[in-house]
């Protein structure tokens, strides 16, 4: 091989190596721009959510959400503690300081009911049907004891965890209601363990 043919050779390997770093340079910006502003991943922690979710799976939650609604499973921080003093205002107190994946229950506008002796939920005044469930809502925790039914103030959620014998939700005066604005995402799918791979219901 002559040098002319030799150095040419070296030109598109050099330029073929640059070339592939920088597409993965820019794979790497794109992924970090989509995990930074479209997409989190989160580990369940603790049996709240049982069945539905084990500890230790994780899941992908869509940042960027609107028009959440009954059923729909979400990470948020709980940092603060929403409540209602007794003339009807919310009262913000210090929360738990943990993340939190709860399901929710009722929205903004929306009135939530519990019957804790049967253990059964209202939303606007009809029966949820919710097969996710592990045991019933019997637990009355104290956030809302006397107020039921109530409705959920616009730019808030009501929030329970499958698992209701053990779960700390909007029930427990330490979490009441969730502010939208503490939501990070709606949990959209499960990615770990790989054999439950899928969109979580």
Known sequence: MNTKNR????????KSVFEMFETILISIFVISLIFSYLLCISTVKGDSMKETLQPQDKVIALRTFRNLETGDIVIANADKSVTFIESGELQTDKGIDKVIIKRVIATGGQTIDI??????????????????????????????????????????????GDNRRISKDSRSSEIGLISEDDIIGRVLFRIYPLDKFGKIK
């Open 115 to 160: 019957d804790f002796i049967s253990g059964n939920v209202y939303v606007d005044g009809e029966k949820i049907f919710e097969d996710y469930v592990t045991g019933l809502t019997h637990n009355d925790e104290g956030a809302f004891t006397g107020k039921y039914p109530f409705t959920v103030p616009d730019g808030y959620v009501f929030v329970l």
């Open 7 to 14: 150095k040419g050779t070296v030109s598109l390997f050099v």
